[in-house]
T-cell receptor, first 113, second 109 residues
Framework: DTAVSQTPKYLVTQMGNDKSIKCEQN?????MYWYKQDSKKFLKIMFS???????INETVPNRFSPKSPDKAHLNLHINSLELGDSAVYFC????????????FGQGTRLTVV | QQPVQSPQAVILREGEDAVINCSSS?????VHWYRQKHGEAPVFLMI?????EQKGHEKISASFNEKKQQSSLYLTASQLSYSGTYFC??????????FGTGTSLTVIP
């Protein structure tokens, strides 16, 4: 059983479209995250979500919005996609806040054309 | 804000040792280390909490100097399976988390 799973694994879409990436974890963790990894491999935290408390990285455009229907799911919605949004997006989860081990999903490679 | 890692890249022969450094400009509560193989997700190696405790994971260990806001990852007797990009992750005392710039490590036979 995959601990943290994301779908889709690959996503190719045109500029201006709206898309979603789904994430589910079966570890019973109470904190979930979204990370963006750019072409230079820099990993940047976008959001963390813990017990309905959303912490947003202020550098993330408001076209990006996380949605959590329950503790095991944290989906990422992106509106009006831009070329610069092309990257690999990782979902992760951990038990508690940051000072614990995070488990990552396999990543979603988003390409905006 | 993003911690700086050095070196950016290193190539080792099997059996050689390496040290990867991570330096932050902010006061730290903890340092995490992850390894990411090409095309895969980052995988957790260890966490070091404030207090300077050194931790080990097989032949990989790390130290954390909270006064200098630095951490080092030590890889001894490297194996081919150690190849990948290593990231430190720093949690500041203000509860912010940043991954480092990454160090690409390649082990060759």
């Amino acid at each position: 059983d995959t601990a943290v799973s994301q779908t889709p694994k690959y996503l190719v879409t045109q500029m201006g479209n709206d898309k979603s990436i789904k994430c589910e974890q079966n570890l019973g963790h109470d904190t979930m995250y979204w990370y963006k990894q750019d072409s230079k491999k820099f990993l940047k935290i976008m959001f963390s979500y813990n017990n309905k408390e959303l912490i947003i990285n202020e550098t993330v455009p408001n076209r990006f919005s996380p949605k959590s229907p329950d503790k095991a799911h944290l989906n990422l919605h992106i509106n009006s996609l831009e070329l610069g949004d092309s990257a690999v997006y990782f979902c992760a989860s951990s038990q508690g806040r940051v000072s614990t081990e995070a488990f990552f999903g396999q990543g979603t490679r988003l390409t905006v054309v | 804000q993003q911690p700086v890692q050095s070196p950016q890249a290193v190539i080792l022969r099997e059996g050689e040792d390496a040290v990867i450094n991570c330096s932050s400009s902010k006061a730290l509560y903890s340092v995490h280390w992850y390894r990411q193989k090409h095309g895969e997700a980052p995988v957790f190696l260890m966490i070091l909490l404030k207090g300077g405790e050194q931790k080990g994971h097989e032949k990989i260990s790390a130290s954390f100097n909270e006064k200098k806001q630095q951490s080092s990852l030590y890889l001894t007797a490297s194996q081919l399976s150690y190849s990948g990009t290593y990231f430190c992750g720093t949690e500041t005392t203000g509860n912010q988390f940043y991954f480092g710039t990454g160090t690409s490590l390649t082990v060759i036979p």
